[in-house]
């Protein structure tokens, strides 16, 4: 696609249930990444990808998130018995290469907003 | 470890004026700046990084080492610059670290 594709849009769901939001990136981009957006504050780096590997996970909050990739493309970020903190925009990210330095550009998804009841 | 400042949550300029949306970083290492831009019901996107040295839609910024700052500046304000503005730093592996933002509001 044109551009970094996420779903669902929007999603409400009861506290203690599991959510899964789904990240296409941009076709080639060999890196991905998962960032929260939480009110108030700033982006927070959650987990980054490397085709279907993931070098730097060191963002998850906690062990109730989990994230994967496969076939290089399609991301899946999981989060299990959700609380209400976990409240937040999940902003998706892609890039042709590894990193964000020597002119390479990252480019967002509109964002999964998620809210706990 | 990286860390990036915005002071201000909220600036409202008018139209016409000139506007300078701040930002601090610390990082002990050679950093890579860039500002984001989120216009209402957008997606997050790049404005320009340091290492261009580019003018988009009339923004600058100047990469100053001796204080640590990345302000992002405009002469002559317009009403469709009004948006969330996100200093970011490039540093060690791949990940971006963001500042919290500052929404700026140009008025008529």
């Known amino acids: 696609g044109a551009g970094v594709s996420q779903s669902p849009s929007n999603k409400v769901t009861e506290k203690g249930k599991d959510v899964e939001l789904r990240c296409d990136p941009i076709s080639g981009h060999t890196a991905l990444y998962w960032y929260r957006q939480s009110l108030g504050q700033g982006l927070e780096f959650l987990i980054y990808?490397?085709?279907?590997?993931?070098?730097?996970k060191s963002g998850l909050p906690s062990d109730r998130f989990s994230a994967e990739r496969t076939g290089g493309s399609v991301s899946t970020l999981t989060i299990q018995r959700t609380q209400q903190e976990d409240s937040a925009v999940y902003l998706c990210?892609?890039?042709?290469?590894?990193?964000?330095?020597?002119?390479?550009?990252?480019?967002f998804g509109e964002g999964s907003w998620l809210t706990v009841v | 470890a990286q860390r990036v400042t915005q002071p201000e949550k909220l600036l409202s300029v008018f139209k016409g004026a000139p506007v300078e949306l701040k930002c601090n970083y610390s990082y002990s290492g050679s950093p890579e700046l860039f500002w984001y831009v989120q216009y209402s019901r957008q997606r997050l996107q790049l404005l320009l990084r340091?290492?261009s040295r580019e003018s988009i839609k009339g923004f600058t910024a100047d990469l100053n080492k001796g204080e640590t700052s990345f302000h992002l500046k405009k002469p002559f304000a317009q009403e469709e610059d009004s948006a969330m503005y996100y200093c970011?730093?490039?540093?060690?592996?791949?990940?971006?670290?963001f500042g919290e933002g500052t929404q700026l509001t140009v008025n008529p």
């Open positions: 990808f490397q085709g279907n590997s993931a070098p730097d």
């Open positions: 970011a730093l490039g540093a060690s592996g791949s990940r971006l670290t």
């Open positions: 340091h290492i």
């Open positions: 990210a892609s890039s042709l290469v590894h990193g964000v330095r020597g002119g390479n550009t990252i480019y």
